[in-house]
Nanobody
Framework: QVQLVESGGGLVQAGGSLRLSCAAS????????MGWFRQVPGKEREFVAA????????YYADSVKGRFTISRDNAKNSVYLQMNSLKPEDTAVYYC??????????????????WGKGTLVTVSS
C-alpha cells in the first residue's frame, strides 16, 4: 500500500508561480513512476506530467510544456511540480499518482495504482 499526500496548492494571480509537493510512503519509492494529473469539476482527469523512478526521464502535456517542471527527491520520498507562468485555465484540483507497473511514463490515469486526495490550485485573472 502506498499513501500519497499532496501539498502546496493555493490562490495565485495569473503569471505567478506555485510549487506542489507530494510525499509518498513505501520503501521502494525510487522504483515508482510518478505522475501529476489535474481535474476540473465536470471534466475528466487530465494528465500534466510524469517522471521516471530515477528522475532522468520526464514527460509533459503540451498544455504545460515549458511552464511546469516535475522533479523528485528519492531520499525524501517526494515528487514536486514547479508551476510557472500560471494561467486561469490551470485552475484545478491537482493529484499526485504512483505507478508500480514498470518504467513507462504514461498519460493515462488507468496506468497509475495509487492516488493522493488532491490539492486545489486557483489562478485568478
Amino acid at each position: 500500500q502506498v499513501q500519497l499526500v499532496e501539498s502546496g496548492g493555493g490562490l495565485v494571480q495569473a503569471g505567478g508561480s506555485l510549487r506542489l509537493s507530494c510525499a509518498a510512503s513505501g520503501r521502494t519509492f525510487s522504483s515508482y513512476v510518478m505522475g501529476w494529473f489535474r481535474q476540473v469539476p465536470g471534466k475528466e482527469r487530465e494528465f500534466v506530467a510524469a517522471i521516471s523512478g530515477s528522475g532522468i526521464s520526464s514527460y509533459y502535456a503540451d498544455s504545460v510544456k515549458g511552464r511546469f517542471t516535475i522533479s523528485r527527491d528519492n531520499a525524501k520520498n517526494s515528487v514536486y511540480l514547479q508551476m510557472n507562468s500560471l494561467k486561469p485555465e490551470d485552475t484545478a484540483v491537482y493529484y499526485c499518482a504512483a505507478s508500480l507497473r514498470g518504467m513507462v511514463l504514461s498519460a493515462l490515469p488507468g496506468a497509475y495504482d495509487y492516488w493522493g486526495k488532491g490539492t486545489l490550485v486557483t489562478v485568478s485573472s
